[in-house]
């Protein structure tokens, strides 16, 4: 997930997300205001995403074994990706 925090169409994504349950699921949120360096610094894909996310509009990607997915940005789209 990135996208400033209360800008409403992060809120919208992050409650599809939020509303879907899985085993193991974890959501990181990206807010490109302050995006979280600390985790950045030991996961490679958060540090990736960091970079890319600065300058782009809320979305969702889906993340699977180090590698993700091109970013959502429509939430009929992310309630398709998830279930």
Do not use: H, W
């Not at 409403?8 to 997300?17: H, M």
């Not at 074994?65 to 429509?74: H, K, L, S, T, V």
Request: glycine share 8%; with cysteine; charged share 25%.
């Amino acid at each position: 997930m990135s996208g400033p925090r209360e800008d409403p169409r992060t809120k919208a994504l992050l409650e599809v997300v939020r509303g879907n349950y899985r085993p193991g699921k974890v959501v990181i949120q990206l807010d490109p205001e302050n995006p979280p360096m600390g985790l950045s610094n030991v996961n490679g894909v958060v540090e990736s995403l960091i970079s890319v996310v600065k300058n782009e509009e809320p979305s969702l990607r889906i993340c699977e074994n180090g590698a993700c997915q091109m970013p959502i940005f429509d939430v009929e789209l992310a309630k398709e990706a998830i279930a």
